[in-house]
């Protein structure tokens, strides 16, 4: 009766959805509050997290949404890797001179804590691949307590991925072979004309190793003291900490559930992808990135709730943390959820949604099931001023990326990146309330849309594999503008003191080519963007007020 109901009502008065209110006290309340100083940046775990989630809480409570985290509460807890930070003992001595740890050398991700003193023998790039016939250790004897140096690159071609032996050529592999012939310690030099160097990522949650792993920029000094004693000593201390997932859950008895998601966790005072190129800590408050998204979240938890138009589903409202680092609060909320995840029929994720420029509003995921095109045009009203810019994958950097590799039909909703994005300018004056109404209204409207539907299927994107998680040598400074869809990549903000400032790139500039690679959407940028390193010089073409400018950069 329900879905005879809601037919008649679109035929008669076209589809139902949200009137924009005059004004937005309740969509600005909640930013003002989760984007406060006292706040503290809502880093994952962190007070200002905690003091966030608490916020939530209390509007989950008042929408009447029920609780399902842990142990009939609203919180999901996680444990969180935040990173590493050096003891007291981290050192490196080479001929009674010591270097400075943090400057002249870092320890890597997986190295061990521990000192080691011995005679610094050089074993070349560290490789034994009999089937490609290197053997770097073929020629050494009497390496058991030695520290042994080792480039980072190949014998080959450097770092390229597609080298003969690039199977042998991670750092990680390298050392665990060192340490089974002997090695009391791992320094790692590199003298290659790629001139890459290894970035430890402290984040990682990886089994290190028992001996010390280091790699140092004074490749001339080690190379002069092979052969002599040198002392090294590692100490890093893990930074462990808990994360909260905030879920909250509207039981309308339905088969089927739709998870409504935004992430609340930010940067804290500068961690995790800050922009912030000032000297000292400052509070990245994060109004739009992504106390928007959280607070249309809340308000559309209070549009549906005794909605009789919207009982033919249950809703999971689920604000997530540790985004910022990875997808963490998605990832563990998928493998270890508090519903059945056969039972959710799609997802929605609002990420920066809070101004709307332009009048667009970008939609990713629009190809993980066949039903959303159809969707998307009845839940538009005619009278609707934004455009939508839809995007087909279901993987992106955010969390719609975890429910859409268990299989899920998923959208993500973006209103563009801009020049305070991951700054501490990200402040809630500066959003486009009346904007994220706008978004609050189509998507409430998409859901009412859906009411009549089966059960939506999943489709596997054919271009997600291009949006995974994509490490670069070197960096270009700009930022694209996602809601593009014309040919090449745009740019939305040129930072400052970058590369692409220095070469004289301007927002909306469309890059078409970098040096002898054509540039025909972001993903190709991002490809042609991984081939090159630091140091290297290239020409890239743009578009620029309907002309072709060629401009010089240097990594």
């Given at each position: 009766?329900?879905?005879l109901y809601?037919?008649?009502?679109?035929l008669?008065?076209?589809?139902a959805?949200?009137?924009?209110?005059?004004?937005?006290?309740?969509l600005?309340?909640?930013?003002?509050?989760?984007?406060?100083?006292?706040?503290?940046?809502?880093?994952?775990?962190?007070?200002?997290?905690?003091?966030?989630?608490?916020?939530?809480?209390?509007?989950?409570?008042?929408?009447?949404?029920a609780?399902?985290?842990?142990?009939?509460?609203?919180?999901?807890?996680?444990?969180?890797?935040?990173?590493?930070?050096?003891?007291?003992d981290?050192?490196?001595?080479?001929?009674d001179?010591?270097l400075k740890a943090?400057?002249?050398?870092?320890a890597?991700?997986?190295?061990?804590?521990g000192?080691?003193?011995g005679?610094l023998?050089?074993v070349?790039?560290?490789i034994?691949?009999?089937d490609?016939?290197?053997?770097?250790y073929?020629?050494?004897?009497?390496l058991?307590?030695?520290?042994?140096?080792?480039?980072?690159?190949?014998?080959?071609?450097?770092?390229?991925?597609?080298?003969?032996?690039?199977?042998?050529?991670?750092l990680?592999?390298?050392?665990?072979?060192?340490q089974?012939?002997?090695a009391?310690?791992?320094?790692?030099?590199n003298?290659?004309?790629?001139?890459d160097?290894?970035?430890?990522?402290?984040t990682?949650?990886?089994?290190?190793?028992?001996?010390?792993?280091i790699?140092?920029?004074k490749?001339?000094?080690?190379?002069?003291?092979?052969?002599k004693?040198?002392s090294?000593?590692?100490?890093?201390?893990?930074d462990?900490?808990?994360?909260h997932?905030?879920?909250?859950?509207m039981?309308n008895?339905a088969?089927?559930?739709v998870?409504?998601?935004a992430h609340?966790?930010?940067?804290?005072?500068?961690?995790?992808g800050?922009?912030?190129?000032?000297?000292?800590?400052?509070?990245?408050?994060?109004?739009?990135?992504?106390?928007s998204?959280?607070?249309?979240?809340?308000?559309l938890?209070k549009s549906?709730?005794?909605n009789?138009?919207?009982?033919?589903?249950?809703?999971?409202f689920?604000?997530?943390?540790?985004?910022?680092m990875g997808?963490?609060?998605?990832n563990?909320?998928v493998?270890?959820?508090?519903?059945?995840?056969?039972?959710?029929?799609?997802?929605?994720?609002?990420?920066m949604?809070?101004?709307?420029?332009?009048?667009?509003?970008?939609?990713?995921?629009?190809?993980?099931s066949?039903?959303?095109?159809?969707l998307?045009?009845?839940?538009?009203?005619q009278?609707?001023?934004?455009?939508?810019e839809s995007?087909?994958s279901?993987?992106?950097?955010?969390?719609?990326?975890?429910?859409?590799?268990?299989?899920?039909?998923?959208?993500?909703?973006?209103s563009?990146?801009?020049?305070?994005?991951?700054?501490p300018a990200?402040d809630?004056?500066k959003?486009?309330y009346?904007g994220?109404?706008?978004?609050?209204?189509?998507?409430?409207?998409?859901?009412?849309?859906?009411?009549?539907?089966?059960k939506?299927?999943?489709?596997?994107?054919?271009?997600?594999?291009?949006m995974?998680?994509?490490?670069?040598?070197?960096?270009l400074?700009v930022?694209?503008?996602?809601?593009?869809s014309?040919k090449?990549?745009?740019?939305?903000g040129?930072?400052?003191?970058?590369?692409?400032?220095?070469?004289?790139f301007?927002p909306?500039?469309?890059i078409?080519?970098?040096?002898?690679?054509d540039?025909?959407?972001?993903?190709?940028?991002m490809?042609?963007l991984?081939k090159?390193?630091?140091?290297?010089a290239?020409k890239?073409v743009?578009?620029?007020?309907?002309?072709?400018?060629e401009?010089?950069?240097?990594?």
């Open positions: 009766m329900k879905s809601l037919i008649i009502f679109v008669f008065f076209g589809f959805h949200a009137q924009p209110a005059e004004d937005f006290a309740d600005k309340k909640h930013v003002e509050i989760l984007a406060a100083d006292d706040m503290e940046g809502r880093e994952t775990g962190t007070k200002g997290e905690d003091k966030a989630a608490a916020y939530i809480v209390r509007q989950f409570k008042a929408a009447g949404l609780p399902k985290g842990d142990k009939g509460s609203y919180l999901q807890n996680f444990d969180v890797l935040a990173g590493k930070f050096y003891g007291n981290n050192r490196l001595t080479i001929k001179q010591t943090g400057v002249d050398f870092y890597l991700e997986f190295s061990g804590n000192s080691a003193s005679k023998e050089s070349g790039h560290g034994v691949s009999l490609e016939g290197v053997n770097d073929a020629k050494k004897k009497k058991n307590g030695k520290i042994f140096v080792i480039e980072t690159a190949t014998p080959i071609d450097g770092n390229n991925p597609h080298s003969a032996v690039a199977q042998f050529t991670d990680k592999h390298k050392a665990e072979v060192a089974e012939r002997g009391s310690a791992v320094i790692f030099i003298s290659g004309e790629n001139k160097t290894p970035i430890p990522d402290y990682k949650k990886i089994t290190p190793l028992s001996i010390p792993i790699f140092t920029t490749t001339t000094q080690i190379k002069k003291a092979l052969c004693n040198a090294v000593s590692t100490d890093l201390i893990a462990n900490r808990t994360g997932n905030v879920v909250g859950f039981d008895k088969e089927n559930t998870v409504i998601g609340y966790d930010h940067l804290g005072y500068g961690a995790f800050s922009l912030h190129t000032g000297k000292e800590p400052e509070v990245h408050n994060g109004a739009d990135d992504n106390a998204g959280v607070s249309v979240m809340i308000e938890a549906l709730k005794n009789e138009q919207a009982k033919n589903l249950n809703y999971l689920i604000a997530f943390s540790g985004e910022e997808l963490l609060g998605s563990y909320y493998s270890q959820p508090t519903i059945s995840l056969e039972s959710i029929n799609y997802m929605l994720n609002m990420d949604v809070g101004r709307v420029k332009n009048r667009t509003l970008t939609v990713q995921g629009t190809g993980t066949p039903a959303w095109g159809n998307i045009v009845k839940a538009t009203p009278d609707w001023s934004l455009n939508i995007h087909e279901g993987m992106a950097p955010t969390d719609i990326t975890s429910f859409y590799l268990k299989n899920i039909p998923v959208l993500s909703f973006f563009g990146t801009h020049s305070d994005y991951h700054k990200d809630p004056e959003l486009n009346y994220m109404s706008q978004v609050q209204d189509f998507i409430y409207s998409l859901i009412l849309a859906s009411q009549s539907e089966e939506l299927a999943f489709k596997k994107t054919k271009d997600s594999q291009k995974g998680r994509q490490r670069f040598n070197v960096t400074g930022m694209p503008n996602y809601g593009y014309g090449g990549m745009k740019i939305d040129v930072s400052e003191g970058k590369a692409a400032d220095k070469a004289g301007k909306d500039d469309v078409v080519k970098m040096g002898n690679y540039v025909k959407d972001i993903y190709e940028y490809d042609a991984g090159f390193g630091k140091g290297d290239t890239v743009v578009e620029r007020a309907g002309e072709e400018v401009l010089e950069v240097e990594f």
